[in-house]
C-alpha cells in the first residue's frame, strides 16, 4: 500500500519536474538569444529562477537530494543573476544549460530506477566558478530618492525591490496604475491592462486591496517603472478604467539628468514590440483602401466606356495602376507584419500532450515539422483550442492502451504527428496519430441510430465520417476526462470553419487517423470569386475553390435521388444555389457554370449563372438575424458599392449532405 | 467543528503534499487555489479559518495577498501561514511584517506543519 503510495507520489514529482525543465530549457533559450542581442528582459531571468526554485522546493520535499542540490546551487547563481549581483554572460548561460542537463539526467534515473545515480559534483563546480564573478550587492538603496509610500515598497518581494531599483537607476518615470474590477472578471481585465502596461515599460508590482467598497470588487495598484510620460500612460490605459498616478523623484534634477542621459541610453535593440490591435486598426485601413481603389477601377473602367481610351481616361487608368500596385505593396507588408510561425502553438501542445498522456497512463510521442509555416498572428491563436482538442481526441480514443499496441503489433509508444505547410495561398495543418482509428461501421449504426439515415441508405466511407462533426454526436461510451467535456469534433469544425477553414477526416481501422485542416492564410483581406446567380451576387472565398467548369445540362445525372456530374470519371454531387437561398429559378439555358469547391474527396459543384470574375474582399460580419443562415460566412462590399454575401462553403457542403 | 484551510502554491505536487498533510488532521478540510488570483476568487465564496501561503508566485505574490488579507475589512482576522525557503529569509520577515502569524521553510516535515497549524489556531487535536 504504501509503495503504491510512494508510486504515485513519485510519478506527480517526476511529471511536474519535467514540466519544469522543458519550462527552464524554452526561457533558457530565450535567455541566450536577449545576451547575444545584448539585452535581457529581467521577466525571463526571474521566470528561471521561479522554475529552478520551485523545482527546489519540490525535490527537497519529495526527498530527492541530488535534484535539490543541484537546484539550491543554482537557484543560488539565478538569485545572483536576477538581482545583478553576477552579471549574465554566454559562459554563465553555458553553465545553466550544462547543470540543466544534469537535472533532466537525475529525473530520468527517478523514474527509471527510483534512485539518483548521476554525479553532480563537477557540475556544482561550475556553477560556483559561475558565480565568483560578480561583485556585491548595491549599498545605498536608490529607492530613497523616491517619495514613495513605504507601505508599498513593504509588500515588494527582495526581487521586486531589485527590479524598482534598477528603474529608478535608470531614471525612468515610476508610476502607480490603479484600477478597480469585478471580482468574478478581474484576471481577464488586469491581464488586459497588464498587456497594455508591458509594451510601455516594466510592471514591478501587483497590489490587491479592497479599497472604499470591498464586496463590490477589488483594486489593483500596479507599480511600473517606464520612459513614458505620464500622458502617454493616461492615453492608452484611460479606456480600461484605469487611474494613474506618478511617483515623484525627490529630488528635482531627474528632469535634468534624464535629458543628460537621453543620448547614451539609446536602445540597443533594433525591434518594436507593437499591440495586435494597432496591426488590426492598419489592416482595417487597408481594407478600406482596397475598396476605394475597386471603386476607383470600377470608374475609370466607366470613364473609358464613356470617352473611350483617350486623355484624361488614360491618365486616370495610368495612376489607378500605379495606386494598386502601390496598395499591393502595402497590403503584403502590413500581411507578412501579422505573420508568425504556427511553431508558436505547437511547442505549448508538445507540453499539453505531455501532460494529458501522463494523466490517461498512455505512452506518447508527438512529432512535429512545418514549425517555420506561417499564418496570421490571430487564426494562430484560433487555431490552438481545434488543435488542442484534435490532439486530446487522439490521445484520448485515438491512441490504444500499451497492451493493445502490443497485441497488435505496434509499437507501445503511440505518435501523434502534427505537420503544416503552405499550399498556394492556404496553409494545410495535419494532425495524424497511429491509433486504432474510427470504426465507419459504428458510426454508420449510430447514425441510424439517431435517425439521420436509413438503414438501407448507401453511403460512401467519407460521407459516413461527415456524421462526426456532427454536433452531439459521439460514438465514444465512456467519457474521459481529458477531451469529454462535452465539446465535440463539431466545436472544432465550427472554428475552423470560423475562420474560412475545411477540415476532412482519413481513418482506417487498426493503423490511424489523419485530420487534415486548410486555412487561407489571413483573414484580413482574402481572394475571392464572384458568381451570379438569379440576379444575386455571391462572392466564393478563393482558398475553397478547386476549379470551375461549364457543362450542359445533359450531363447531370441522378444518382441516389442525388443530381451528380461525372468529372474526370469521379462523381461530382452538385448544389444548386438560388435553391438552398430560395431564390427564383434562373433561366440560364443549356450551358451551367459549375464551382467545384471542397477539400481532398469532399468536393461540391455549386451551380451557378455567371462567373464574374476574382476580387480582393474585406469580409465583415453580418447582422444578429443573418448569422444563423446556414452557408452564408459574412458580407463584403463591391466596387459598385454593392453589398454581396460571402459563401461559407464548408457550410454547403454539410448542406449538400443533409438535403438526400 | 470543521476548519477549512486554503492552500495557495503553485506547484501542483507540493500543493497535494500540503493537503495531504492538512487533512491529515481531524476536522480540517482543504480548497486549493493555483495562484494568487485564485486564491483572490476563492475568498469571498468561503469562509476559511487559515490561509497558507508561498511567497513566489506568478501573478501576484505572497506578501501582496498577506496584505490583501490583513486589509480587507472581511478577511482581515484569518490567519495566515507563510511557507517559503531558507533563500527568502528577507521575503519572510517582510510576510511577519505584513501580518502573516508563522512560517515554515520547505522542505519541511508533515509534523513541523500540523504542529504550527494547531499553535497559529491555538487548537489542540
Redesign the interface.
Known amino acids: 500500500m504504501a509503495s503504491e503510495k510512494d508510486e504515485r507520489?513519485k510519478g506527480?514529482?517526476l511529471?511536474?519536474a519535467e514540466d519544469i525543465l522543458e519550462d527552464l530549457n524554452q526561457h533558457l533559450i530565450q535567455m541566450e538569444a536577449m545576451v547575444e542581442a545584448g539585452s535581457v528582459d529581467p521577466d525571463v531571468v526571474n521566470a528561471i529562477f521561479?522554475g529552478v526554485?520551485?523545482l527546489?522546493?519540490?525535490s527537497?520535499?519529495?526527498?530527492f537530494t541530488g535534484v535539490?542540490t543541484l537546484s539550491h546551487k543554482l537557484?543560488?547563481l539565478l538569485?545572483a543573476l536576477r538581482l545583478g549581483k553576477v552579471p549574465i554572460t554566454p559562459e554563465v548561460t553555458q553553465a545553466i544549460f550544462q547543470a540543466l542537463d544534469r537535472l533532466k539526467e537525475l529525473s530520468e534515473d527517478i523514474s527509471r530506477s527510483g534512485f539518483e545515480r548521476a554525479d553532480t559534483t563537477d557540475i556544482a563546480a561550475v556553477i560556483e566558478a559561475a558565480m565568483t564573478g560578480g561583485g556585491g550587492a548595491d549599498k545605498k538603496s536608490p529607492v530613497d530618492e523616491l517619495a514613495i509610500d513605504p507601505?508599498l515598497v513593504?509588500?515588494?518581494?527582495?526581487y521586486?525591490e531589485h527590479r524598482l531599483k534598477e528603474n529608478v537607476k535608470a531614471k525612468n518615470g515610476i508610476f502607480l496604475v490603479k484600477a478597480r474590477f469585478d471580482?468574478?472578471t478581474?484576471?481577464k481585465d488586469?491581464t488586459a491592462l497588464n498587456d497594455k502596461l508591458k509594451s510601455l515599460g516594466e510592471i514591478i508590482?501587483?497590489?490587491?486591496?479592497?479599497g472604499m467598497s470591498?464586496?463590490m470588487g477589488?483594486e489593483f495598484n500596479l507599480l511600473m517603472g517606464t520612459k513614458s510620460t505620464m500622458d502617454r500612460l493616461v492615453e492608452e490605459v484611460g479606456g480600461l478604467g484605469a487611474e494613474v498616478v506618478e511617483i515623484k523623484y525627490k529630488a528635482e534634477e531627474k528632469k535634468a539628468a534624464s535629458e543628460a542621459a537621453s543620448p547614451t541610453i539609446k536602445s540597443l535593440s533594433k525591434t518594436v514590440r507593437v499591440d495586435i490591435s494597432r496591426l488590426d486598426h492598419l489592416m482595417n485601413i487597408v481594407g478600406e483602401l482596397v475598396l476605394s481603389k475597386n471603386i476607383i477601377s470600377q470608374l475609370s473602367k466607366d470613364l473609358r466606356g464613356l470617352h473611350g481610351f483617350t486623355g484624361i481616361a488614360v491618365d486616370l487608368h495610368k495612376a489607378t495602376r500605379t495606386f494598386e500596385r502601390k496598395l499591393g505593396e502595402l497590403q503584403e507588408g502590413v500581411i507578412e507584419v501579422r505573420m508568425v510561425p504556427i511553431g508558436q502553438i505547437f511547442t505549448r501542445l508538445t507540453q499539453a500532450v505531455r501532460k494529458y498522456a501522463g494523466d490517461v497512463g498512455k505512452d506518447i510521442d508527438l512529432e512535429m515539422s512545418g514549425e517555420d509555416t506561417e499564418l496570421d498572428k490571430l487564426m494562430v491563436e484560433d487555431m490552438s483550442d481545434p488543435l488542442m482538442h484534435l490532439i486530446r481526441n487522439s490521445i484520448d480514443h485515438g491512441i490504444e492502451a500499451a497492451q493493445v499496441r502490443a497485441r497488435r503489433g505496434k509499437p507501445e509508444r503511440g505518435t501523434i504527428r502534427l505537420d503544416a505547410f503552405p499550399k498556394g495561398n492556404r496553409v494545410v495543418i495535419t494532425v495524424e496519430d497511429d491509433g486504432g482509428g474510427i470504426d465507419h461501421e459504428k458510426v454508420r449504426r449510430k447514425a441510424v441510430e439517431r435517425e439521420l439515415i436509413k438503414e438501407s441508405d448507401v453511403l460512401s466511407k467519407r460521407e459516413i465520417m461527415d456524421f462526426i462533426f456532427m454536433p452531439g454526436f459521439s460514438t465514444s461510451e465512456k467519457v474521459s476526462e481529458v477531451s469529454g467535456r462535452g465539446v465535440g469534433m463539431d466545436v472544432v469544425k465550427k472554428n475552423v470553419s470560423r475562420l474560412s477553414g475545411m477540415i476532412d477526416v482519413e481513418t482506417e481501422i487498426g493503423v490511424g487517423t489523419k485530420f487534415t485542416i486548410t486555412l487561407p492564410i489571413t483573414l484580413a483581406i482574402i481572394k475571392a470569386l464572384i458568381v451570379d446567380v438569379s440576379a444575386e451576387t455571391f462572392a466564393v472565398p478563393l482558398s475553397s475553390v478547386l476549379e470551375s467548369l461549364m457543362i450542359t445540362r445533359d450531363r447531370i445525372t441522378t444518382i441516389e435521388k442525388r443530381e451528380v456530374v461525372s468529372l474526370r470519371g469521379e462523381t461530382l454531387p452538385l448544389l444548386w444555389l438560388d435553391r438552398v437561398f430560395s431564390l427564383p429559378k434562373s433561366d440560364a439555358g443549356d450551358y451551367l457554370y459549375v464551382v467545384v469547391v471542397g477539400i481532398a474527396e469532399r468536393r461540391l459543384g455549386l451551380v451557378v449563372d455567371r462567373l464574374v470574375g476574382q476580387q480582393e474582399i474585406v469580409i465583415k460580419s453580418i447582422g444578429e438575424k443573418l448569422k444563423n443562415v446556414p452557408g452564408i460566412a459574412g458580407a463584403t462590399e463591391l466596387g459598385d458599392n454593392e453589398v454581396v454575401l460571402v459563401l461559407d462553403v464548408e457550410a454547403l457542403i454539410d448542406e449538400a449532405t443533409l438535403r438526400r | 467543528m470543521t476548519r477549512k484551510v486554503l492552500i495557495v502554491e503553485d506547484s501542483k505536487a507540493m500543493r497535494g503534499l500540503i493537503r495531504a498533510t492538512v487533512e491529515a488532521l481531524p476536522g480540517f478540510v482543504t480548497h486549493e487555489a493555483g495562484s494568487g488570483f485564485d486564491a483572490l476568487k476563492a475568498l469571498p465564496s468561503h469562509q476559511f479559518d487559515l490561509i497558507i501561503t508561498d511567497i513566489n508566485m506568478p501573478d501576484i505574490n505572497g506578501l501582496e495577498l498577506i496584505s490583501f488579507v490583513k486589509g480587507h475589512p472581511n478577511y482581515k482576522s484569518i490567519p495566515l501561514i507563510v511557507v517559503s525557503t531558507e533563500k527568502s529569509e528577507e521575503d519572510r520577515r517582510r510576510g511577519l511584517a505584513l501580518g502573516a502569524s508563522g512560517y515554515i521553510v520547505k522542505p519541511f516535515k508533515g509534523e513541523d506543519l500540523q504542529e504550527l497549524i494547531k499553535k497559529v489556531l491555538g487548537v489542540t487535536v
Do not use: Q, Y
Open positions: 507520489s506527480e514529482f511529471a511536474e521561479r526554485h520551485s527546489k522546493g519540490l527537497g520535499m519529495f526527498g535539490s537557484e543560488s538569485d507601505a513593504a509588500v515588494l518581494t527582495e521586486e471580482l468574478m478581474f484576471d488586469l508590482s501587483t497590489l490587491p486591496s479592497s470591498p464586496d477589488i
